[in-house]
């Protein structure tokens, strides 16, 4: 893909679809000169690492084209950022950065533990924070808290929508399956509402392991696997545990239908198109065959030299949205971004076909998701397109959040 400088400083210009609209400020808000600050907390290191890469470069670029267009309502944006490391060390580097650096709000994470913990500091100090990867179903249920809003879909969404996808093949019913778990809090929920899809829809579970987060070696699961002999294997996993079991899968020379309920672009190119192989979930990925995400595309592979990953997609759409909420609510605080952020007026383009919004209830992003699935290895023509893209899920003719419902992680009382 060759993009010229020319085109990329064209996109930072112009802007996403309805950009500049969206972040138009009133006079007496473009009068105020304090830039708007923003921290950015995210995983760099560790299983998560190459995930928060992308989140960086996201939110980065997202900074960058806010600012050539006037910044939010006005307002320059300056972007702090740390590796966010494990749930301690989030809390402490958030609390740092609401204390020392004065941030407004905080965006970014994937490890839904580390989410819990930036959420519980963002509270106390009534700002917000805007979880780009944390899936987990409780962060939207029984620790829900007022000032988290999530652009990340939520795990019993990814489970409904690929859920869907193996029922429509008559892959469920009187079928038997396995899985394997990221033993963290993802992984546990992302179980519980595999769990709660099968017992619904008549599926057997034959074999279930948890897996460490540090684990590289997965030849006794795949013995065992073989020995269960199920008909569907389904992966909780996270990070590099994906791409280390793709390519582990490939040498044991396990035919199984493979899927799973969650999943990053970044572990199919690792893995490579030798070893890709399934259907999966996914919030975003490079084909969608949209003008805005084309553009998107286009800007960040001029910036980056590769295509972004969903995880960039989150914590760039995260950066616009925020920039729009402070322009419209006229204000950075926690309340009055809350305000807007649960109001009908806030719906945003996320370079899908439907506008997103906010559900009030527990502050998820309802919005359109998709599936992959990988394609032959004689149908690849580069290392990034090794997969196609599904329409957008729910159809056109079906109700945004009809995939949106959870039987697991608890009650949201905000």
């Not at 280390?244 to 799973?260: A, I, R, V």
Request: proline fraction near 4%; charged fraction near 20%; include cysteine.
């Amino acid at each position: 893909m060759t993009i010229t400088n020319t085109t990329r400083r064209r996109f930072l210009r112009n802007g996403a679809a309805g950009l500049a609209l969206g972040v138009a400020a009133p006079a007496y808000l473009r009068a105020q000169n304090a830039p708007l600050k923003i921290g950015h907390l995210t995983p760099t290191t560790g299983f998560l690492g190459p995930l928060g890469e992308y989140a960086q470069m996201g939110i980065k670029l997202a900074v960058e084209q806010l600012n050539a267009n006037g910044g939010a309502g006005g307002r320059q944006i300056e972007l702090v950022m740390e590796d966010s490391v494990n749930p301690q060390t989030a809390s402490t580097k958030a609390e740092r950065m609401f204390e020392r650096d004065q941030v407004d709000m905080i965006i970014g994470e994937i490890s839904s533990a580390s989410c819990l913990t930036i959420s519980q500091v963002a509270a106390r100090y009534n700002k917000c924070f805007v979880n780009t990867g944390g899936n987990s179903d409780s962060l939207r249920g029984q620790d829900c808290n007022r000032y988290m809003f999530h652009v990340e879909t939520q795990n019993s969404m990814y489970v409904n929508a690929e859920g869907e996808f193996f029922r429509s093949g008559g892959m469920v019913d009187g079928k038997k399956w396995y899985t394997l778990t990221a033993d963290y809090a993802f992984g546990h929920d992302l179980l519980a509402a595999a769990k709660a899809f099968l017992d619904t829809n008549g599926g057997e579970l034959v074999g279930e392991d948890l897996v460490p987060t540090d684990a590289t070696d997965f030849s006794s699961y795949l013995l065992k696997i073989r020995q269960a002999q199920p008909d569907v294997v389904a992966l909780n996993l996270a990070g590099t545990q994906i791409t280390n079991f793709f390519k582990q899968y490939g040498e044991f020379g396990l035919d199984f239908t493979l899927g799973g309920f969650g999943f990053d672009t970044v572990s199919a190119w690792a893995a490579g198109a030798q070893n890709f192989r399934g259907t999966w979930p996914n919030v975003w990925n490079h084909l969608v065959p949209n003008d805005a995400s084309q553009a998107f595309v286009r800007a960040f592979t001029d910036a980056y030299g590769k295509p972004p990953e969903n995880q960039a997609w989150g914590d760039y759409n995260a950066g616009l949205i925020m920039a729009k909420a402070v322009a419209e609510a006229g204000d950075a605080s926690g309340d009055a971004l809350v305000a807007y952020l649960e109001s009908p007026e806030a719906q945003f383009d996320l370079m899908k076909n439907r506008k997103g919004y906010f559900r009030p209830s527990d502050h998820q992003l309802i919005q359109e998701i998709f599936a992959i699935t990988a394609l032959p290895a004689g149908e690849v023509k580069n290392q990034w397109d090794i997969f196609t893209t599904s329409d957008p899920l729910p159809g056109s003719d079906e109700p945004l959040e009809r995939l949106a419902h959870s039987v697991t992680g608890g009650t949201c009382s905000l």
